[in-house]
């Protein structure tokens, strides 16, 4: 199943998201591009809807928006309505369930001046769904967080894991071709402050290309989420190490290595079986 894509087959791909709601969207989108790695499309559906929520979420989330909000979530458990109330709520106003729960108890815990409660209580209220003092309200929010895969406390420790999973997966593989190097904790205890997550004792090359160092990330990469990685770190590797890899585990789209002006890190979906040891031309 394909895991890189050309840029046409990328804006096709997040034109078709744009039309869906945000529940089920892998699903939908999977039958429209049936030839993609599922966990590619669930990759790119995770990210895309990052990436909308970070543009409306302040004008979901103002005082009067919030408010009828609340109304209507205590109107339908007045009137009885069946579970999945605020999952409703969320297809309905365009906020994923897990965001559109946590304004929900943001207004449920305001204070007398009406001002938010305490952000440490509400992410404990999130973590912990059974300390809500409203039952309806505490069962709503639990829905939602099992619903949503890109927000709330649930979602964040799947990708934590999911990252920490491909670094140790990287790790073994490297292993098991004989390569020799010190992992990001090593790299800490000897002082160094941004660390690739593989920095490689002896060089190897791939395709021609000498590399020092890898970097692992458990995701997809299209040119937004590439240019704030070479911004924050992959330059800093570069110019630290020099020439290293990427690998974004779900794919990417194809061309990125042309915006790196001239500094060589190479992209790529898996670890390359072709690499040359240096000890191979001794």
Same mark, same amino acid.
């Given at each position: ?36 790695? *599922? ?18 979420? $302040? ?18 458990? &007045?009137?009885?309505?069946?579970? $999945?109330?605020?999952?409703?709520? %969320?297809?309905?106003? $365009?906020?994923?369930?897990?965001? &559109?729960?946590? %304004? ?18 509400? %992410? ?27 927000? $709330?406390?649930?979602? /964040? ?17 490297? /292993?098991?071709?004989? *390569? ?5 904790? =090593? ?20 395709? +021609? ?5 890898? /970097? %692992?990330?458990?995701?997809? +990469?299209?040119?937004?989420? =590439? ?14 190490? +020099? ?37 191979? =031309?001794?």
């Amino acid at each position: 199943m394909a895991r890189v894509l050309n840029q046409t087959t990328y804006n096709s791909l997040l034109d078709s998201l744009c039309k869906l709601p945000f529940r089920n969207r892998v699903q939908s989108i999977q039958k429209l591009f049936p030839e993609l790695s *599922v966990d590619t499309l669930k990759c790119v559906v995770a990210q895309e809807c990052q990436k909308r929520m970070k543009g409306s979420h $302040g004008r979901l989330t103002t005082s009067e928006t919030v408010e009828a909000m609340y109304k209507k979530f205590t109107n339908s458990i &007045l009137m009885n309505e069946e579970p $999945g109330i605020l999952l409703r709520l %969320s297809d309905e106003v $365009g906020l994923t369930p897990a965001l &559109l729960a946590r %304004s929900i108890i943001e207004r449920h815990y305001q204070r007398d001046d009406k001002s938010k409660p305490a952000k440490l209580l509400v %992410s404990t209220l999130m973590k912990n769904t059974a300390l809500i003092d409203d039952r309806d309200l505490a069962f709503e929010t639990y829905l939602c967080l099992l619903e949503d895969d890109e927000y $709330g406390p649930i979602a /964040e420790a799947t990708k934590q894991s999911r990252g920490y999973e491909y670094e140790i997966y990287l790790r073994m593989e490297l /292993e098991n071709c004989k *390569v020799s190097f010190l992992h990001e904790d =090593h790299l800490r205890i000897k002082g160094y402050d941004k660390t690739p997550d593989i920095k490689l004792e002896i060089p190897v090359a791939i395709d +021609g290309q000498v590399i020092n160092w890898i /970097e %692992s990330k458990a995701l997809f +990469g299209d040119e937004e989420v =590439h240019r704030g990685y070479l911004k924050d770190q992959l330059y800093s590797y570069w110019n630290r190490f +020099g020439p290293g890899l990427v690998i974004y585990w779900f794919g990417y789209v194809e061309d990125l290595e042309k915006i790196h002006q001239n500094r060589i890190i190479l992209i790529r979906d898996t670890l390359p079986r072709n690499m040359v040891l240096m000890d191979q =031309h001794l």
